[in-house]
T-cell receptor, first 109, second 113 residues
Framework: GQNIDQPTEMTATEGAIVQINCTYQ??????LFWYQQHAGEAPTFLSY??LDGLEEKGRFSSFLSRSKGYSYLLLKELQMKDSASYLC??????????WGAGTKLIIKP | DAGVTQSPTHLIKTRGQQVTLRCSPI?????VSWYQQVLGQGPQFIFQ???????GRGNFPDRFSARQFPNYSSELNVNALLLGDSALYLC????????????FGSGTQLSVL
């Protein structure tokens, strides 16, 4: 079966760094996405990885290891506005997105 | 440029009724996908349409149907509503068929009583 696992909830302090992990098992793999979703709002695109390695984009970075079925999203210099759910999603062999349940990130002052 | 627009934003129905949700993609985008999201969970794929053809269907019953119009807008229909259909219904558009970066609408919050 297809499965994406990520922690349900994480707490971090404003100004700190947090790493949100995602492991996946899918029928085929054509890339991994991270989306941010604030409560009551639609998901917004953060990153896309299809090759192994680290992609950096400002305060956010995303890492992928295809051999390990593993990705992480790294958030630096945390701000209160980063409080949101972070969704990991994989493109399967049919180019359909399989979504994790999301990680709710709580930022404390 | 307008983003993905969905209507209505909120909807209350009773069991057994039928509902139609509407979505207009970003101008130039030819693919529309529908997702159901229950509170605290990730989106669940319902349908994808590309160039007015169904390109993918998730594990949802036949009560769920959709279509895409020549202007690439789309409708999602749900018949014989059940309490469990209460959820946020998200529409997402992309330029191509392979679900590269998706742009989501704000969703329709459906409550079935």
């Amino acid at each position: 079966g297809q499965n994406i696992d990520q922690p349900t909830e994480m707490t971090a302090t404003e100004g700190a760094i947090v790493q949100i992990n995602c492991t996946y098992q899918t029928s085929g793999f054509n890339g991994l996405f991270w989306y941010q979703q604030h409560a009551g709002e639609a998901p917004t695109f953060l990153s896309y990885n299809v090759l192994d390695g680290l992609e950096e984009k400002g305060r956010f970075s995303s890492f992928l290891s295809r051999s390990k079925g593993y990705s992480y999203l790294l958030l630096k210099e945390l701000q209160m506005k980063d409080s949101a759910s972070y969704l990991c999603a994989c493109l399967d062999s049919n180019y359909q997105l399989i979504w994790g349940a999301g990680t709710k990130l709580i930022i404390k002052p | 440029d307008a983003g993905v627009t969905q209507s209505p934003t909120h909807l209350i129905k009773t069991r057994g009724q039928q509902v139609t949700l509407r979505c207009s993609p970003i101008s130039g985008h030819k693919s529309v996908s529908w997702y159901q999201q229950v509170l605290g969970q990730g989106p669940q794929f319902i349908f994808q349409y590309y160039e007015k053809e169904e390109r993918g269907r998730g594990n949802f019953p036949d009560r769920f149907s959709a279509r895409q119009f020549p202007n690439y807008s789309s409708e999602l229909n749900v018949n014989a509503l059940l309490l469990g259909d209460s959820a946020l219904y998200l529409c997402a558009s992309s330029f191509g068929a392979i679900n590269e970066k998706l742009f989501f609408g704000s969703g329709t919050q459906l409550s079935v009583l």
